[in-house]
């Protein structure tokens, strides 16, 4: 029987890239805002800026017979790039119910039902961005909901530590999607030279290291960020 993996934002994107390569080996549940029909993930349409959805999505997904082994948490919202004087409150309550409250309610659930089944090998995964440790004008919003959450996922993994179940981080430049290829080159350039790799992420790359914390022999490996691109 096939191992499950929960990709949140799998719509598009990274997370729709994730659930393809990794359904040759997993069954994949994935969620995202856009509606989708897919043959290789079962796939919930859910409004992370929506709490008490995610709250239900996430309450009845447990009570299904799954053979969960990952949670893949990737749905992020990426303000438009201002100085922190023009964000107004719908924005602010946006931003943090997508990348803050909603992350947590799913990862604080799927942990219970790793706990409640006893599984000896549960594992979550946290996609980050490199706007975390860059601290560049126009981010503080987004940087800093992406830095709340790893420092949530690191403190998560010491209480998660005597029910075997693994959180890490995974922090990633650029990954070549429609979205990367509609930014302005000026900003990229700006970007790259911060980085240690001048280019954008491949795929492959990305899933190599969600295939290394998802190897049996990773198991103890939990509470870590891994950044691809670029150094901290």
């Given at each position: 029987?096939k191992?499950?993996?929960?990709?949140?934002?799998?719509?598009?994107?990274?997370?729709?890239?994730?659930?393809?390569?990794l359904?040759?080996?997993?069954?994949?549940?994935g969620?995202g805002?856009r509606?989708?029909?897919?043959?290789?993930?079962k796939?919930?349409h859910?409004?992370?800026n929506n709490?008490?959805?995610?709250?239900?999505?996430s309450?009845e997904?447990i009570?299904?017979?799954?053979n969960?082994?990952?949670?893949?948490?990737n749905?992020?919202?990426?303000p438009?790039q201002h100085p922190?004087?023009l964000y107004?409150?719908d924005?602010?309550?946006s931003?943090a119910n997508?990348?803050?409250?909603?992350?947590?309610?799913?990862?604080k659930?799927?942990?219970?039902?790793?706990?409640k089944?006893?599984k000896?090998?549960?594992?979550?995964?946290?996609?980050?961005?490199m706007?975390?440790?860059?601290?560049?004008?126009?981010?503080?919003?987004?940087?800093s909901s992406?830095?709340f959450?790893?420092k949530?996922?690191?403190?998560?993994?010491?209480?998660?530590?005597?029910a075997?179940i693994t959180?890490?981080?995974?922090?990633?430049t650029?990954f070549n999607?429609p979205?990367?290829k509609?930014?302005?080159?000026q900003?990229?350039?700006?970007?790259?030279e911060?980085?240690?790799?001048?280019?954008?992420?491949?795929?492959?790359e990305?899933?190599?290291?969600?295939?290394f914390?998802?190897?049996?022999?990773?198991?103890?490996?939990?509470?870590?960020k891994?950044f691809?691109g670029m150094?901290?």
């Open positions: 029987m191992k499950t993996i929960i990709i949140t934002g799998s719509s598009s994107g990274l997370g729709y890239a994730l659930a393809k390569k359904s040759k080996k997993y069954n994949i549940i969620c805002r509606k989708l029909k897919t043959s290789f993930q796939y919930y859910l409004d992370l709490p008490k959805e995610v709250e239900d999505w309450n997904l009570k299904k017979k799954l969960l082994f990952a949670l893949i948490n749905a992020s919202a990426i438009v922190a004087l107004d409150l924005l602010l309550k931003v997508i990348n803050m409250i909603s992350q947590i309610i799913i990862m659930n799927f942990s219970k039902f790793f706990v089944n006893k000896k090998n549960g594992r979550i995964i946290n996609i980050s961005s706007a975390s440790p860059l601290n560049e004008n126009g981010t503080s919003l987004y940087a992406k830095q959450i790893e949530f996922v690191s403190i998560f993994s010491k209480e998660l530590s005597k075997h959180c890490n981080t995974i922090g990633i650029y999607s979205s990367f509609e930014l302005n080159q900003v990229l350039k700006k970007s790259f911060k980085t240690n790799i001048q280019r954008p992420l491949k795929i492959d990305v899933i190599h290291a969600v295939n914390l998802l190897d049996k022999k990773s198991n103890v490996i939990s509470g870590q891994i691809l150094s901290i």
